[in-house]
């Protein structure tokens, strides 16, 4: 995938937003491979699932494995944590980032190479830590300033009221064979509770009418919900009860919940996850409560209004030099200011031009100041700086006083060991 120039500075700046919260909440850096074994999707994700069954790129190694560049990132995580021991009578709270690959329709904010950040938690058990999870997105909505964003909320229950529910489903579906797409009718024998999820325009009114979860949901899983909302209410997050939500991965138990905008066209789901309670157990190890979930940068990127939020990436300063002579002198006053003042972020001009072309590059690069060394400056010792964000006119400072100036007018704290 590529991305223009803005994309990728303003994707950084979304990136680093992310990646503060992230730290505010405790949580520390997993990384991950890009490929992994295909027995570890279809064990985690389900065989039925549209992941598994049509979207993975899978292929075999020169061992004859079968390979699979990562569709999702909690299998791997799950994987990781118990090859490396990071589960047994431990906590954790985990994040990573990357590229993922599925094979399915390019949609606004999703192409089939897409980046997602996900966030998981092991060995909690009680509704806090969903609630937390929760409660990062809706601050993290905050931070990026997006509004039009509603939460739904749903709980899968134990299997086992979900093994009560499935009979009750396919016995109603059964019922309504004729109306059924062909997706859904390999869902009934497979795994009925899908077929709540079919986006097929075709299908809503029957699936309307379904019986719901809620009706068969076991008293654990029913208080466990009943924790959720209460912290929910709590904290004024608003939210809405969808008993069809299920989302599309066959590991998910108990809460499951999704964010949603109606800004992307038909798929507006920016954020998504659940419990998996019975995942690491599923991969051999001891069981181990989990909750997670998973936002794509694209979409993200979609909906952030870049110019309402502080600019990290851009740079403070743009450095013009004209002449050989005044490039190999401004090269070192850049060195000298960048050990005076670590915060700053100055971009040197490289590659020749006329003063003019080069003020065009200072501007579009979005720095505050130009700062101009020219011959008149170098046998002054002085350089020009020229205020390219506001109305206030040039100056011209001495070689020595320039640190004190940057850090005075960018509000930059100079190095005490200067």
Partial sequence: ?????????????????????????????????IVEKTELFKRSIGDNTDIVSKEMYSFDDRNE??????????AGCVRAGIEHGLFHNQTQRLWYIGPMFRHERPQKGRQRQFH????????????????E????????????NLTDIRLEINSLGTSESRANYRKVLVDYFS?????????????????????LDSKNPAMQTLISASPTLDEYLDTESAEHFAGLKQILNGAGIEYKINPRLVRGLDYYGKTVFEWITDQLGAQGTV????????LVE?????????????????RLLELTDFSQMPDTQSPHAYLLLSGDLAMARGMLLAEQLRDQLPGLRILSHCGGGSLKSQFKKADKSGAQLALVLGEDELAQNEMTIKFLRSDVPQTVVKWSEIAD???STLSIKANSNK
Avoid at 175 to 195: A, F, G, T
Wanted: charged share 20%.
């Fill in 65 to 74: 494995t079968s390979l699979t560049l990562r569709p999702e990132g909690t």
């Fill in 405 to 407: 100036f940057l850090g």
């Fill in 1 to 33: 995938m590529t991305f223009s120039c803005m994309t990728l500075r303003t994707g950084s700046s979304s990136k680093q937003s992310i990646k503060t919260l992230l730290k505010q909440y405790a949580y520390q850096e997993i990384r991950l491979p």
């Fill in 133 to 144: 999870q929760i409660l990062m997105c809706a601050r993290l909505w905050k931070t990026l």
């Fill in 282 to 298: 599923h991969h051999g190890a001891t069981a181990t409560p989990a909750v997670g979930f998973a936002m794509g940068l694209e």
């Fill in 175 to 195: 019922s309504h064979k004729d109306q059924l797409d062909d997706d859904s009718l390999v869902r009934l024998e497979q795994n009925p509770l899908r077929i």
């Fill in 116 to 131: 997602q950040i996900g966030v998981e938690a092991f060995g909690f058990n009680g509704p806090d830590i969903d609630a």
């Fill in 271 to 278: 954020c998504a996850g659940g419990r998996y309670d019975g």
